[in-house]
């Protein structure tokens, strides 16, 4: 029987408890005051740029209530059945947010390229107004999100902010197109910085849609070398080999590996978990760890069990489904009739 040995920091749910709800409910807050002038206004003045803007609003409010949303369920406490809890929702929810920033820019580029060729009128003066309060709420959104700094490094934070950075950004290009309009008449600008809006959006949120990608695909961290965690665990006194490896962020903030470590015969196990749990912990901020160690060459003809590292192993994982008993089937064909 295979003997494992495991070491954490302290509970699943202290990686969502870095996270503070106040500066996400309070620019949420923000948004919403200002979601309803803005589209107002935008249909009042014409101007597809402030549509554009509202529209991203529009999001944003709906991207602050599910990243809080996320926080929330991310707090709930483990079962037996969710071992890790519900830490997962806040990628879920940056992976939401990611994949709404790319369809807004989609939605922007196709409305802009309709008016590219007969661009319509625009009153200047109101846009250039509302552009303005939209850029004031924007940017204390973005204020409040930064202050908090959730957005460094956790993704569904990072998500909502992206969201409100995008939305200042579109209220600068509003406000650039509303003066170049007044100035020169020219109307053209307008659907021109909706493109730039567009392009701007579309950069920020694709790096957020590729890390949550990667963490629900269980991918090694960014930041992290598997070469090099593997020849730090060997070169621990005692280990005399080290394989099936794998490292993947459960959510931000919370990285998780799981090994078999081969022991030097003759060693005992727990001062090598001991100095392999430190040395995972220090130099590559791994804390929660799973180690099931093994006697050194025990196992014949390089087949080492149930592990992803050879095709051999891999087949070894696969275990045939357990046919259905006659109690099971009768109680299957009762539930039908």
Do not use: K
């Amino acid at each position: 029987m295979d003997t494992r040995a495991e070491t954490t920091d302290g509970g699943a749910g202290s990686a969502s408890d870095r996270v503070d709800r106040r500066p996400l409910a309070l620019a949420l807050a923000i948004t919403l005051t200002f979601l309803v002038a803005e589209t107002v206004g935008g249909l009042l003045t014409g101007s597809l740029a402030l549509l554009a803007d509202a529209g991203h609003m529009a999001t944003d409010a709906a991207a602050l209530a599910l990243s809080l949303a996320a926080v929330w369920l991310a707090r709930r406490p483990a079962t037996p059945q969710r071992s890790f809890g519900y830490l997962r929702a806040e990628v879920l929810a940056a992976l939401v947010n990611a994949a709404t920033l790319v369809a807004i820019s989609i939605l922007i580029f196709w409305e802009a390229f309709g008016r590219l060729g007969e661009p319509p009128a625009v009153e200047s003066g109101p846009m250039l107004a509302i552009a303005v309060a939209g850029l004031v709420a924007n940017a204390a959104s973005a204020w409040v999100l930064m202050r908090g700094g959730g957005h460094v490094h956790n993704l569904n934070t990072r998500g909502a902010f992206l969201h409100v950075v995008g939305d200042l950004l579109g209220s600068v290009a509003a406000i650039v197109a509303a003066l170049v309009m007044l100035a020169t008449g020219w109307y053209l600008a307008d659907p021109l910085l909706s493109v730039g809006i567009g392009l701007l959006i579309l950069w920020g949120s694709w790096r957020l849609l590729r890390e949550s990608l990667d963490v629900l695909l269980e991918a090694t961290p960014a930041g992290i070398d598997p070469a090099a965690v593997r020849a730090a665990m060997a070169a621990v006194d005692g280990v005399a080999d080290v394989h099936d490896l794998h490292v993947w962020t459960v959510t931000s903030g919370l990285i998780a590996l799981s090994s078999h470590v081969e022991v030097a015969a003759g060693r005992d196990w727990h001062p090598i978990l001991l100095d392999l749990a430190a040395r995972l912990r220090d130099r590559f901020g791994i804390a929660h760890v799973t180690l099931q160690p093994e006697e050194a060459h025990a196992l014949g003809g390089g087949f080492r069990g149930c592990s992803l590292d050879s095709p051999a192993g891999r087949c070894a994982c696969l275990v045939p489904a357990a046919p259905a008993t006659n109690d099971a089937a009768g109680a299957h064909h009762g539930h039908r009739h």
